[in-house]
């Protein structure tokens, strides 16, 4: 599983404004079959270290979530839902990356996607400022769903670090927001502002300031059955700094 060819130009934007020092940089494209991903331990992964949630697998040069189980499927009143609250399990797969990072951060990844469908909420997610430790994953993520459809979607939200605390920050819905196989997405918080990519256009924007400080990782949508090894990255790329 190897991605198509890629936009080089989407994939050489740089979001640090000039004169700013990098604090520290990571860039793959997943050369290890690895279940869950390590990459000589720089990763951390929602089952293994974060207990409640699922590992990401690495093989072929794709990283993707693993399939888990789903015991309570997901309704939301943003995906049409009639309900108040979220319902489900949202155990995602995660992985974190570990150590110390720059608080503003720019990720950028490449999705892989093949048989799209409507019948599942896939989502390739890229997360910013977030920490990983037993029974929690607070930070922001900022996610896409594999589908050029009425039913694509684009948004960014607040995870308050217990299995299924969150909170939406922005949301936008339509054929546009969604994404194909090749396509580069991009996320970004700087100070507290936080805004999503598509091929180098912004397509989402939020302000909070909950968490001054973080890593980056990424992570896919859980309840997606068989389908884990139809969407993920393949390629993934972070760039920190400070104020």
């Known amino acids: 599983m190897t991605s198509q060819s890629t936009d080089t130009q989407a994939l ?5 404004p000039p004169g700013a020092v990098s604090v520290r940089t990571y860039s793959t494209r997943f050369p290890a079959d690895e279940d869950p991903i390590s990459e000589g331990g720089i990763w951390l992964n929602g089952r293994k270290d974060g207990l409640d949630w699922a590992d990401i697998r690495t093989r072929d040069g794709l990283a ?3 399939t888990i189980a789903l015991k309570v499927a997901e309704r939301r009143v943003e995906q049409g839902d009639e309900i108040d609250v979220p319902v489900g399990d949202y155990n995602d797969p995660e992985a974190i990356l570990d150590g110390t990072w720059g608080r503003n951060q720019h990720v950028k990844a490449v999705v892989f996607s093949r048989n799209p469908t409507d019948k599942y909420y896939q989502e390739v997610e890229l997360r910013l400022r977030s920490r990983l430790v037993p029974h929690g994953i607070p930070g922001y993520e ?3 769903r594999p589908l050029k459809a009425e039913g694509g979607y684009a948004e960014i939200v607040r995870w308050e670090g217990p299995l299924g605390g969150w909170k939406s920050l922005c949301r936008k819905n339509g054929p546009e927001f ?3 196989h090749g396509d580069v997405i991009e996320a970004t918080i700087i100070g507290s502002v936080i805004k999503g990519y598509i091929n180098g256009v912004e397509v989402t924007s939020a ?4 968490y001054p400080a973080g890593n980056p990782g990424m992570g896919f949508n859980y309840g997606n059955e068989a389908t884990y090894a139809d969407y993920g990255l393949t390629y993934y790329e972070v760039d920190t700094w400070d104020d």
């Open 142 to 144: 900022v996610f896409f």
């Open 178 to 180: 969604g994404v194909k």
């Open 12 to 16: 050489s934007i740089q979001r640090r």
């Open 64 to 66: 993707h979530g693993e």
């Open 207 to 210: 302000t909070d300031d909950t």
